[in-house]
């Protein structure tokens, strides 16, 4: 066996390179004569643009050309990648997304104009001498007030602000408020899932090239799935076909669904190149990327839960207004949708489900996918609504979810909300997070706390989540505009080493450590001898990329079918060498060896023959030793666990401070368990930073408040406590075949209602009960409610 | 960034005369300058940095008086202020360590954001600021958010704190910035206890004479429990509410009278 296979906390062999700056992020890319752009973003939200004067600008020193939305006549807009039918069978309002403003301007920081120089300073220069001519409008920034009849209109041409008012299941509405009708106790709570700014470490980066001499285009760009881009932007935004497009996103600098968007800036420079035939690059800065990169959550939700006599869940409605921002970024209608109403059962065997989500354009940047996407938020409001029924009630908040809880023998479990969930046991994760948050002696720290002059509280949430994104059948039927497969290639040189091309992309999950462990299990070598190529276009198949918890679920999943493929060929030729049938071939530990017999052949004998091949069945196989696989999964998996969280309240000031976390994980079956519990923290941490810190905010014109980081708080090392985290508790995918299911964004995704139901808790074990309190908690708005 | 010119004088006096140009502006550490020209929002035509005036650099202690030079940047205050504790530690918890090796308390109480915490410890220390043409007292350097006393052309050499007997700053971080969101400096000097509170007011740094009065009848925090800082002139922001930070005041004045040592 090799020592570092399925199963072994290999230390992640990118981390040298990144920690020694020797990663190769695309800002580092510079190519001979390449100019900058400087996009002039707009100050304004919602503005009639009647004119540019660009006249000043364009003489300036060091201009190449100035770029208005006039120049884009015969280009399309930024496509959406998912189709929502509404309630009533009517396709989503949809309207034109244009790289720059087109008579109107329609959210801070929308690009009005593109200048191009020689230096970027030059560029900046010039932009400032751009006369902008516009007419304020009124801005619509509050969702409710929105969809008001007397609301101004984010886009003219649309019959209202209403992306889409979606209802699901609708066939089961009428049954779903029957129940209501007749429940024993309905728990109501109104909440909002706070607007967020991803703000990956790296920000967003685009490099546009043209080669004349075969007319095609590159871009290198900062991105989670390159196929993706090419496919979005070739076909529908460029028109340039995808032999003659090429786009390259190397090492990224984390991502959080942020960067899987296509945006107008990667066309912008793209198509800038080939009209000035030289490279054109963008970097953003972080002031841009606060007003520009798409923004996540923001939802406004009322959720009601009935319960019956016994305290057995009934039915579940909810009401959600989420925000779209002022146009359709790449996944946005899918997030409060399917990634979202799908999840409503988490954990419960409520068997009667209403979601309805109205999707709302707004005067602000666009909202789509971050960390999680939809599930965090479906999380949050079932999680508190059931702390809260507890709370009512007066059981206790652990066993009433163990008492409403598909039990472990009713899996595969058909949910009222269209998933069917393959395995899980609930049960098993919260008696492990009870018993590794020693939830029995939290009395003993509360006393401490109380001596302290502290407040102290504990809470608990279990979470369900939908990854391994996804069947694209299914995903088809809901609406989706691309297929959710994933692809590999394992090549295998002459001499035995093994290189991975993967349409996954890596950008801080460390594939390039963990995908390796799974050949060298496969095969009997160790994981140096494969190395993984990912984040190219030109050498990588057509792959959807990585967000979803989706990489080793799906795409590991191609890469196991390749290395399939490679071990039946391999064994083919080593039966011929070995004068035996395919059929008695073994392979263990890197050789193949006749069954029953001492006759065997090494790993590098057989890969040598496959491309030396004197001694070959060349009538029956190719040379060669080299295979694709594409890998469409049947299902989505279902990760879940239990987090609990304890926190203290200074009540002088209002101030939570995490004392202990804990993440009790079902990931199915696990390869590399240190990177997984690098995973979990992370997300972990955003969770925290979401439920204690982060806001993107806006005033009432359509301002960004916070729009730097002098405002905008984001969770630092000294706000996340040492977090436990186990996946003891594994109940292996059943329909892929590696029994994996995902951990990229559990963290995100548990954290945020444990957060608060601990906080909520602390409060009222001090006499001071708040039913509710939205994120994130600061310090002021804890004092506040502690003291109104 | 827009371009400018760059002079690097090593005595006060080719500073000041550089510095008579209308376009010039000193230039310290360039922890608050440098982000501001690179945003643009400020475009001086020469920067004349201080930093190779070795006068201008460094601390000393006599006759119960810390003198700390105007270009002494905050990490060396919170290595070598041992003589005045509580303003070593202020020192320390300003920024991240980059921040703490650039910026300095010339450049902090020029500035006088309504956040920092300099401006505190020098208005609760009845300091003196000096600087190439005068010494200026405390109580009349301060003239509400970003503005100070200073003459155009006028730099800070260096700032005298009277050492007092005991004397702490509490710090309630505001959670983006780090900034204060309200911090409070109390001393206790043989003649009266001064407080003196950054980061709440409209105002800027101000000193609470209620407070005063009362600690230094009794230096207990129980000498508080009967005041209040009115919420009229208090700062209301995404982080807190005028409200919220007048509460804080008295929280952190109480804190710091127990801590002071
Ligand atoms: C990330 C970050 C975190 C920070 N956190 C804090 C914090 O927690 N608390 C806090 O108090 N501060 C904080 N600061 C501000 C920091 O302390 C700065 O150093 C300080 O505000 C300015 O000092 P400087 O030497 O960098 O001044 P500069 O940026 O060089 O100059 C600031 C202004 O003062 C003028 N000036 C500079 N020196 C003199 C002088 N000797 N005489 C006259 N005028 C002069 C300049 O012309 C300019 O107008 C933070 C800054 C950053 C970037």
């Given amino acids: 066996m090799p020592k570092d296979g399925i199963g072994a906390s290999t230390k992640r062999r990118e981390d040298i390179r990144f920690l020694t700056g020797k990663g190769r992020y695309t800002d580092d890319i510079n190519l001979r004569g390449q100019a900058y752009v400087h996009f002039l973003r707009s100050d304004v939200a919602h503005a009639t643009l009647n004119g540019i004067d660009t006249s000043a600008a364009k003489d300036m020193p060091g201009v190449l050309r100035i770029f208005t939305a006039r120049d884009f006549d015969g280009v399309g807009g930024i496509p959406c990648g998912w189709l929502i039918t509404d309630r009533h069978g009517q396709p989503m309002q949809e309207p034109k997304h244009p790289i720059m403003a087109e008579g109107k301007i329609r959210h801070v920081g929308e690009i009005v104009a593109a200048v191009v120089a020689e230096t970027l300073d030059q560029a900046r220069d010039a932009a400032e001498a751009i006369v902008l001519d516009y007419d304020e409008l009124p801005a619509v920034i509050d969702m409710k007030a929105a969809v008001q009849a007397d609301a101004p209109k984010v886009h003219e041409e649309l019959t209202s602000n209403l992306c889409y008012d979606w209802g699901f299941v609708e066939e089961n509405k009428a049954a779903v408020d029957a129940a209501f009708d007749v429940a024993a106790h309905v728990t109501t709570l109104e909440l909002v899932n706070n607007r967020l700014v991803a703000n990956p470490m790296e920000p967003r980066v685009a490099i546009g090239d043209y080669a004349a001499h075969d007319d095609s285009s590159t871009l290198y760009t900062t991105s989670q799935n390159p196929h993706v881009i090419r496919l979005l932007m070739g076909a529908f935004v460029l028109g340039i076909p995808e032999h003659k497009l090429r786009v390259i996103a190397p090492d990224v600098g984390g991502g959080f669904g942020t960067k899987i968007f296509h945006y107008a800036e990667e066309a912008f420079c793209t198509f800038a190149a080939k009209q000035l035939k030289l490279p054109v690059k963008w970097t953003s800065t972080r002031s841009e990327a606060f007003m520009s990169d798409a923004h996540g959550r923001d939802h406004v939700t009322k959720i009601q839960l009935a319960l019956d006599a016994d305290n057995n869940f009934t039915a579940l409605r909810t009401d959600t207004y989420a925000n779209m921002g002022a146009y359709l970024s790449t996944f946005a209608p899918s997030v409060p949708t399917w990634l979202h109403g799908t999840l409503m059962a988490g954990n419960y065997r409520t068997p009667l489900i209403y979601v309805n989500v109205k999707a709302v354009f707004t005067n602000t940047v666009p909202v789509d996918a971050y960390r999680g996407a939809g599930r965090p938020e479906a999380t949050f409001q079932l999680e508190r609504v059931v702390d809260m029924a507890a709370r009512e009630l007066g059981v206790d908040p652990a066993e009433l979810r163990r008492q409403n809880f598909i039990r472990k023998d009713q899996f595969p479990y058909a949910t009222p909300v269209a998933v069917e969930y393959d395995t899980g046991d609930y049960e098993a994760t919260l008696d492990k997070g009870l018993e590794l948050s020693d939830y029995a002696g939290f009395a003993t720290r509360l006393a401490e706390s109380k001596a302290n002059g502290k407040l102290r509280g504990i809470g608990l949430a279990h979470y369900i989540e939908a990854c391994g994104i996804a069947p694209s059948n299914l995903v088809g039927q809901l609406g989706a505009r691309a297929g959710l497969y994933e692809s590999a290639t394992v090549r295998v040189n002459a001499t035995g080493g093994i290189v991975v091309m993967t349409g996954s992309h890596s950008h801080g999950q460390g594939h390039e450590t963990s995908f390796p462990q799974v050949i060298a299990q496969m095969i009997g070598i160790e994981p140096d001898q494969v190395e993984i190529v990912h984040g190219d276009t030109a050498n990588t198949p057509m792959g959807m990329g990585t967000y979803g918890s989706r990489s080793i679920a799906v795409g590991g999943s191609a890469m196991v079918r390749a290395t399939e493929k490679i071990i039946a060929k391999a064994k083919k030729i080593a039966a011929h060498i070995l004068e035996a049938s395919d059929a008695d071939i073994e392979l263990k530990d890197g050789k193949f060896s006749v069954a029953g017999t001492d006759k065997s052949l090494n790993w590098g004998d057989v890969t040598l023959a496959a491309y030396v091949p004197h001694n070959y069945p060349l009538k029956d196989l190719e040379p060669g030793l080299e295979e694709t696989a594409f890998y469409d999964p049947s299902n989505f998996t279902y990760p879940s666990g239990c987090y609990i969280c304890e926190v203290e309240i200074d009540p002088d000031t209002g101030k939570v401070t995490i004392e202990r976390f804990t993440a009790a994980d079902d990931f199915g079956n696990i390869i590399n368990p240190m990177i997984v519990e690098g995973q979990v923290q992370g997300g972990v941490a955003q969770g925290i930073g979401q439920a204690l810190l982060e806001n993107c905010s806006y005033d009432s014109d359509g301002q960004l408040l916070s729009a730097s980081y002098m405002d905008y708080a984001m969770p630092r090392a000294s706000d996340v406590p040492m977090i436990t985290v186990d996946h003891s508790c594994q109940t292996p995918c059943t329909h892929n075949p590696l029994g994996v299911k995902g951990c990229g964004e559990a963290g995100a995704i548990g954290s945020p209602p444990a957060v608060i139901n601990a906080v909520l808790d602390a409060m009222h074990r001090a006499g001071k009960p708040v039913a509710h309190i939205d994120m994130p908690v600061t310090p002021a708005k804890v004092w506040a409610a502690m003291n109104h | ?261």
């Fill in chain 2, 1 to 261: 960034m827009y371009n400018f010119d760059f002079v690097k004088p090593s005595t006060v006096e080719e500073a000041v005369a550089a510095l008579q140009d209308d376009e010039a502006q000193p230039l310290s550490g360039g922890q608050t300058l440098i982000p501001s020209m690179k945003q643009r929002l400020n475009a001086p035509g020469t920067l004349v940095s201080l930093l190779g005036i070795e006068a201008l650099k460094g601390i000393s202690s006599a006759d119960g008086v810390l003198t700390i030079g105007g270009v002494t940047n905050h990490a060396t205050v919170a290595a070598e202020a041992g003589a005045y504790p509580a303003l070593a530690a202020l020192a320390a918890q300003i920024g991240d360590p980059a921040v703490r090796n650039r910026g300095t308390i010339g450049g902090s109480l020029a500035n006088n954001d309504p956040a920092a915490c300099y401006p505190a410890a020098a208005l609760a220390s009845g300091a003196t600021i000096v600087t190439n043409s005068r010494e200026i007292a405390v109580d009349d350097f301060f003239q509400g958010m970003f503005t100070t006393d200073l003459e155009e052309g006028e730099i800070i050499t260096s700032v005298k704190f009277p050492i007092p007997e005991v004397a702490s700053y509490q710090k309630f971080e505001q959670p983006a910035s780090r900034f204060a969101l309200t911090g409070v400096f109390v001393t206790k000097y043989a003649d009266g206890v001064r407080v003196a509170i950054t980061g709440a007011s409209e105002e800027g740094v101000f000193r609470w004479a209620e407070a005063e009065e009362a600690l230094t009848a009794n230096f207990s925090a129980d000498a508080l429990a009967a005041l209040a800082v009115p919420s009229n002139a208090m700062i209301t922001d995404l982080h807190g509410t005028a409200e919220y930070r007048a509460h804080l005041c008295k929280v952190m004045t109480g804190r710091a009278v127990a801590a002071a040592h």
